[in-house]
């Protein structure tokens, strides 16, 4: 089993920042890549930003420059520093990680999400 346990979410005003971090237990063999998404209110889930094992990051347009996302892969985790926050990235943000784990049939890659955390911005 895996788990993913997300902290760092909260109220916080237009212009402002916060920190997300996730952190992966269980029995992890290796972890690929892993990213954060988000899903407001009677949208879809939406991806936020992704980071490979290397260090190689993918952003959704919406927040280039604005998100970082960074990695500690000898603690499996993953945070997000969301900086310049605006009223629209109010949402429930996940974590997301894609893990090798070892099954009666090999080693194999499952994707697993953590609970969420909620992200509001005020105007």
């Known amino acids: 089993q895996v788990q993913l346990v997300e902290s760092g979410g909260g109220l916080v005003q237009a212009g402002g920042s916060l920190r997300l971090s996730c952190a992966a237990s269980?029995?992890?063999?290796?972890?690929?890549?892993m990213g954060w998404y988000r899903q407001a209110p009677g949208k879809q889930r939406e991806l936020v930003a992704t980071?490979?094992?290397?260090?190689?990051?993918n952003y959704a347009d919406s927040v280039k420059g604005l998100f970082t996302i960074s990695r500690d892969s000898a603690k499996n985790t993953v945070d997000l520093q969301m900086n310049s926050l605006k009223p629209e990235d109010t949402a429930v943000y996940y974590c997301k990680a894609n893990v090798r784990v070892r099954t009666l049939a090999g080693l194999r890659f499952n994707d697993y999400w953590g609970q969420g955390t909620q992200v509001t911005v005020s105007s």
């Open positions: 980071i490979t094992p290397g260090g190689t990051t």
């Open positions: 269980g029995s992890i063999f290796s972890i690929n890549a």
